[in-house]
C-alpha cells in the first residue's frame, strides 16, 4: 500500500459549521504533513507531525485545529471558517530514501468551499 | 521563500524529449534537488532528487551542474499525461517540509 487516502474528496461548509478532514497512510512513514492550495498557487504548508507530536505550526489561524490520533491518521478539525479558506487541503507523509533525503507522498486533497 | 527559479510555461511536442530548466543560485552543499510535478486537481507526484551526481529513474533523468547552481529535469519522451504543472524544490538534508515556488506548467501537445 503506498498511498496516502483524504476523506472527504470535497466538501461545501457554511461559516458556523464544525467539519473535519481525514488522511490515512499505512506505509508507516512517521512524519505526516497538511498543506493548503489555492487556485492557480502553489500549495503551502501548514501543519507538520512527526511521531505524533506537532513540530510546525505556520502561525495558521486558530479555526484549523489539526489532531494525530496515532502514526496512521491525520485529521484537521474546522471551525468557523471564512470564504477565503476555500482552498484544496492536501496531506502528505515522507519516507526516507537515503542518505538524508526524503520522498513525500501525497494525498488526492480535499476540495473545500466556504460558504 | 523558494529557493528556486523556473519559466512558468513551456510547450513540448508528444513523444519529444521535454527539457525542464530550473535555478538555484544560492543553494547550499547540505540540500538536495527534488522535482514533484501536480497533474491537475491532483496531489503533487514524487519525480526524482539529487545532490550532486546526476540521476535516472523510470519516469525522468536529472541533470545538475557541477556548480550546482542549476538543474535541469528530463522527461525522454514525453506523453500528454505528462501535461502537469512541474516543481523544482531545494531542500536540505533530514525530514523538512517541501517550500514550492510558482513551477512550470509543461503543456505536452499531440
Known amino acids: 500500500d503506498t498511498e496516502v487516502t483524504q476523506t472527504p474528496k470535497h466538501l461545501v461548509m457554511g461559516m458556523t459549521n464544525k467539519k473535519s478532514l481525514k488522511c490515512e497512510q499505512h506505509m508507516g512513514h512517521r512524519a505526516m504533513y497538511w498543506y493548503k492550495q489555492k487556485a492557480k498557487k502553489p500549495p503551502e504548508l501548514m501543519f507538520v507531525y512527526s511521531y505524533e507530536k ?5 502561525s495558521v489561524p486558530s479555526r484549523f485545529s489539526p489532531e494525530c490520533p496515532n502514526s496512521s491518521l491525520l485529521n484537521l478539525h474546522l471551525h468557523a471558517l471564512q470564504p477565503e479558506d476555500s482552498a484544496l487541503y492536501l496531506c502528505a507523509s515522507s519516507r526516507y530514501t537515503g542518505t538524508g533525503s526524503y520522498e513525500q507522498y501525497f494525498g488526492p486533497g480535499t476540495r473545500l468551499t466556504v460558504t | 521563500d523558494a529557493k528556486t527559479t523556473q519559466p512558468p510555461s513551456m510547450d513540448c511536442a508528444e513523444g519529444r524529449a521535454a527539457n525542464l530548466p530550473c535555478n538555484h543560485s544560492t543553494i547550499s552543499g547540505n540540500e538536495y534537488v527534488y522535482w514533484y510535478r501536480q497533474i491537475h486537481s491532483q496531489g503533487p507526484q514524487y519525480i526524482i532528487h539529487g545532490l550532486k551526481n546526476n540521476e535516472t529513474n523510470e519516469m525522468a533523468s536529472l541533470i545538475i551542474t557541477e556548480d550546482r547552481k542549476s538543474s535541469t529535469l528530463i522527461l ?10 512541474y516543481y523544482c524544490i531545494v531542500s536540505p538534508l533530514g525530514n523538512t517540509p517541501l517550500v514550492f515556488g510558482k513551477g512550470t506548467r509543461l503543456s505536452v501537445i499531440a
Not at chain 2, 76 to 85: G, K, M, N, S
Open chain 2, 76 to 85: 525522454p519522451h514525453a506523453t500528454l499525461r505528462d501535461t502537469a504543472v
Open chain 1, 54 to 58: 506537532l513540530s510546525i505550526n505556520e
